[in-house]
T-cell receptor
Framework: GAVVSQHPSRVICKSGTSVKIECRSLDFQATTMFWYRQFPKQSLMLMATSNEGSKATYEQGVEKDKFLINHASLTLSTLTVTSAHPEDSSFYIC????????????FGPGTRLTVL | AQSVTQLGSHVSVSEGALVLLRCNYSSSVPPYLFWYVQYPNQGLQLLLKYTTGATLVKGINGFEAEFKKSETSFHLTKPSAHMSDAAEYFCAVSDRGGADGLTFGKGTHLIIQP
């Protein structure tokens, strides 16, 4: 149990285009989903927290107009990188928390974004 | 604000030797502490967590960690390293029981020498 999936696993896009990444909790209801960003050989940095049906809360320094987060259902959250640029290239990882285990987040496998 | 410090970006041990990965944290409230392992190009897998109660926590794959409040530490150990333990290890802290996003350390790359 407690499986989180992400789609796509890898995406390459041209500069200026938008990319949508999906995060799904497959076998539990996720009341909260988190989005992290990981640069090569570095740690994960929390970008934003989203609660189902509410607007996402962004960490300081994260552009909310750049990284659009939608958490429309208890099993799906999406991160859209708008007008992507090469500096947005990174590994994006989501995690989900729900009633299955309130004090534990379950992580997705990550999405590798490369912007050319 | 909370923070996590992992001493040593790289740790190298021989197969069969003791593994010790260090983690110190700062938190204004009793923390929830986590250790995760990450294999290349994959997400994070929870090794173990401390919430409340017993300060010695046992996790998967033979790992364990001890919460020491007086030292603000949560070091990860394994008595005998295996080649399959080679990976990146992250210590993380949450001060609201996981209700907030986690604050991660910079990670420690564990190398296992044959």
């Amino acid at each position: 149990g407690a499986v989180v999936s992400q789609h796509p696993s890898r995406v390459i896009c041209k500069s200026g285009t938008s990319v949508k990444i999906e995060c799904r909790s497959l076998d539990f209801q996720a009341t909260t989903m988190f989005w992290y960003r990981q640069f090569p050989k570095q740690s994960l940095m929390l970008m934003a927290t989203s609660n189902e049906g509410s607007k996402a809360t962004y960490e300081q320094g994260v552009e909310k107009d750049k990284f659009l987060i939608n958490h429309a259902s208890l099993t799906l959250s999406t991160l859209t990188v708008t007008s992507a640029h090469p500096e947005d290239s990174s590994f994006y990882i989501c995690s989900a928390r729900g009633q299955i285990s309130y004090n534990e987040q379950f992580f997705g496998p990550g999405t590798r974004l490369t912007v050319l | 604000a909370q923070s996590v410090t992992q001493l040593g970006s790289h740790v190298s041990v021989s197969e069969g030797a003791l593994v010790l990965l260090r983690c110190n944290y700062s938190s204004s409230v009793p923390p929830y502490l986590f250790w995760y392992v990450q294999y290349p190009n994959q997400g994070l897998q929870l090794l173990l967590k401390y919430t409340t109660g017993a300060t010695l926590v046992k996790g998967i794959n033979g790992f364990e960690a001890e919460f020491k409040k007086s030292e603000t530490s949560f070091h990860l150990t394994k008595p005998s390293a295996h080649m399959s333990d080679a990976a990146e290890y992250f210590c993380a802290v949450s001060d609201r029981g996981g209700a907030d996003g986690l604050t991660f350390g910079k990670g420690t790359h564990l190398i296992i020498q044959p």
